[in-house]
Nanobody, 123 residues
Framework: QLQLVESGGGLVQPGGSLRLSCAASGFTLDYKVIGWFRQAPGKEREGVSCISRSGVSTNYADSVKGRFTISRDNAKNTVYLQMNSLKPEDTAVYYC????????????????WGQGTQVTVSS
């Protein structure tokens, strides 16, 4: 059974850093495009970043460019999201998701989802 599990969330002060992990089980991650999404209370889920199967191609939402970095270690079957210079507006539940083909920022194009990890940026 295909499963994704996020970890690494928590409470951090503005300007701080967190690294989220997305671990896969039941399938080989290197055959999948992986996206990170987030959903704040009362808002729609939005795309944050996406990485191609090889890791060569990456996309970022304008709101996180220059602060977040997505990477993957296919040997560990894990994708990471390094988040630096965090802001209160980054507070949300962060999800990773898998799809075939190419990167996309659209929630509906991803077929498999993790349960999410909470990130709270507050002083």
């Amino acid at each position: 059974q295909l499963q994704l599990v996020e970890s690494g969330g928590g409470l951090v002060q503005p300007g701080g850093s967190l690294r989220l992990s997305c671990a896969a089980s039941g399938f080989t991650l290197d055959y999948k495009v992986i996206g990170w999404f987030r959903q704040a209370p009362g808002k729609e889920r939005e795309g944050v970043s996406c990485i191609s199967r090889s890791g060569v191609s990456t996309n970022y939402a304008d709101s996180v460019k220059g602060r977040f970095t997505i990477s993957r270690d296919n040997a560990k079957n894990t994708v990471y999201l390094q988040m630096n210079s965090l802001k209160p507006e980054d507070t949300a539940v962060y999800y990773c998701a898998a799809k075939d083909g190419y990167c996309s920022a659209y929630v509906s194009t991803f077929r498999s989802w993790g349960q999410g990890t909470q990130v709270t940026v507050s002083s």
